[in-house]
Nanobody, 129 residues
Framework: EPHLVESGGGSAQAGGSLRLSCTAS????????VGWYRQTPGNECELVSE???????YYSGPVKGRFTISRDNAQNTVYLQMDSLKAEDTAVYYC???????????????????????WGQGTLVTVSS
């Protein structure tokens, strides 16, 4: 069954770095937007960053200038390089793939929004200050 596999979460000190990976299994990410979501304090599932099939990227305000997203279509993988980490970056990060990813969903990130084709199991990032 086609699915997404995330890796790279863990613990870091504030100011440190982590890199998340999202690999598609059973399907090609060609033609898909691939991105990362996390839960906001207001309980919305918010898009942190995404990259489309043309390589154009988007970043939410809180992470702009600190996170970098990239994709390797040959490896069927998208990466999220997270630098200058802050305590408020602590969250479970979920990888998603869809022809069009929405910026925000009024629900928990634990379950895939109905409109999204593929949703990962989540990887925990913990940043200590």
């Amino acid at each position: 069954e086609p699915h997404l596999v995330e890796s790279g979460g863990g613990s870091a000190q504030a100011g440190g770095s982590l890199r998340l990976s999202c690999t598609a299994s059973g399907f090609s990410i060609d033609g898909y937007e691939v991105g990362w979501y996390r839960q906001t304090p207001g309980n919305e599932c918010e898009l942190v960053s995404e990259i489309n099939s043309g390589g154009i990227s988007y970043y939410s305000g809180p992470v702009k200038g600190r996170f970098t997203i990239s994709r390797d279509n040959a490896q069927n993988t998208v990466y999220l390089q997270m630098d200058s980490l802050k305590a408020e970056d602590t969250a479970v990060y979920y990888c998603a793939a869809d022809p069009v990813l929405g910026p925000k969903y009024d629900q928990t990130c634990k379950y895939a929004p109905r409109s999204i084709d593929f949703w990962g199991q989540g990887t925990l990032v913990t940043v200590s200050s």
